[in-house]
């Protein structure tokens, strides 16, 4: 039940996109079609997923204050926390590696529509975000951050597509020539986060 | 050395209205004006000397493995400020929460070392990052400025509003201080702007 809770509060409440505003520039650059922002999700989810449990093992046993006192009393008082945004960069940087490789194997197609934001995901503010809220919050256990990566991951794969959706249909519609593109854009996202936020509150 | 590259980045090439960079980690510290300043500066800094540290040594960075190279000049500065603000300011580091660490992100620094740093000499890509910072700074300060007046009344803290106007019935826009108020206002910034500079607007 505690699952479930986190999940829905990091699907709905803490959305990335619309109560952080994490991950916007790829957000704002590739949801102009439906296809390529589930692409694009699905790759961010998949990252997260994987880059938050391997953040959390690191931040439990490595980096935070006595993290390493299971290789001896001697090590008990190393404190290495201020390595943390170097460290998760790092890894989040290797996995995409991986994952862009992958994506080139097995979908070619996927591949050359995603272009250079697939390899900009190490640079997603919304994985590196999800770390750091990792270790800001404190998760009791492996599961309850695997739970929150896919939580928040999903919750930012409906913001892209949802926004695609709507983007896609806007382009029949008459909107004031400054406004065109990025403005009303920004203002939709707006709009959408107003929406979202009637979900505040909910327990499960 | 040309002065296009400290005038542009204020107005015609802005990273945040015109480029579209670097909205990710900060319009969420927008809601005071404190803040907005502290993390504008702290942009600043890490903008100016990561790209005057990628150009000098640009051309002993292989080409391939350059993403990682520039990750961890860019971390380097980002620690420092961190610790910073931990030891001297530690209650708005409380505040600013993730998005110090988040600055390592902002797509302005890396888009500045791609796209400037790796092909210039070392004082102007200083001068370019500082004023890609600086420009960055200014939209949210203005923001956090319009946010922090009509969401509480105050700016830096000090109450502006008279007490007399709130007796005769006015009251603090509370939705300002929400998430998708700092969404809708950088729309309408760039509304304005995209009304002035016609060459801008999009077909």
Redesign the interface.
């Known amino acids: 039940m505690e699952y479930l809770n986190l999940f829905v509060k990091s699907v709905f409440i803490d959305n990335m996109i619309f109560a952080y505003f994490l991950g916007m520039c790829s957000f704002l650059a590739v949801s102009k079609n439906v296809k390529t922002a589930t692409g694009l999700g699905i790759a961010v989810t998949f990252v997260i997923l994987i880059t938050l449990p391997v953040n959390y093992l690191l931040d439990k046993y490595v980096l935070s204050a006595g993290a390493l006192s299971w290789i001896g009393p001697d090590f008990a008082g190393i404190d290495l926390s201020f390595l943390s945004f170097i460290i998760f960069i790092a890894v989040i940087a290797a996995i995409t590696q991986i994952v862009e490789m992958v994506v080139e194997k097995f979908s070619p197609s996927l591949y050359s529509s995603l272009g250079i934001f697939l390899p900009l995901i190490a640079v997603n503010c919304a994985v590196m975000g999800a770390s750091l809220f990792m270790q800001e919050r404190a998760y009791a256990s492996v599961g309850e951050a695997t739970v929150y990566a896919l939580g928040s991951g999903l919750g930012w794969f409906l913001a892209i597509v949802a926004m695609a959706a709507i983007r896609e249909k806007l382009a029949y519609s008459n909107v004031p020539k400054p406004l065109k593109g990025l403005g009303i854009t920004f203002i939709m996202t707006g709009l959408m986060g107003m929406a979202f936020m009637a979900f505040m509150g909910i327990q499960l | 050395m040309d002065k296009e590259i400290y005038k542009k980045p204020l107005f015609l090439t802005n990273p945040v209205?015109v480029l579209?960079?670097?909205?990710?980690?900060?319009?969420?510290v927008t809601v005071q004006m404190k803040g907005a300043c502290i993390m504008g500066l702290s942009v600043m800094i890490v903008t100016g000397f990561s790209s005057l540290f990628a150009s000098l040594l640009r051309n002993g960075i292989p080409n391939r493995i350059r993403?990682?190279v520039q990750?961890?000049i860019v971390?380097?500065f980002?620690?420092l400020i961190?610790?910073f603000l931990k030891a001297y300011m530690y209650d708005l580091s409380k505040s600013l929460?993730?998005y110090v660490?988040?600055i390592?992100?902002?797509?302005i620094i890396?888009g500045r070392i791609e796209a400037f740093a790796l092909g210039n000499k070392p004082w102007p890509s200083f001068v370019d990052g500082i004023a890609n910072g600086f420009g960055y700074a200014m939209i949210l300060i203005v923001l956090s400025f319009f946010r922090e007046l009509l969401g509480s009344g105050t700016i830096f803290s000090i109450k502006v509003i008279p007490q007399s106007w709130y007796d005769a019935g006015y009251m603090n826009n509370g939705l300002m201080i929400?998430?998708?108020?700092?969404?809708?206002l950088?729309?309408?910034i760039?509304?304005?702007q995209?009304?002035i500079q016609?060459d801008l607007?999009?077909?």
């Open positions: 209205t579209v960079l670097g909205i990710c980690s900060s319009l969420a993403i990682i990750l961890v971390a380097l980002v620690i961190d610790q929460s993730v660490g988040l390592i992100t902002n797509c890396m929400l998430p998708p108020m700092a969404l809708i950088i729309g309408v760039v509304w304005i995209r009304s016609k607007q999009e077909k």
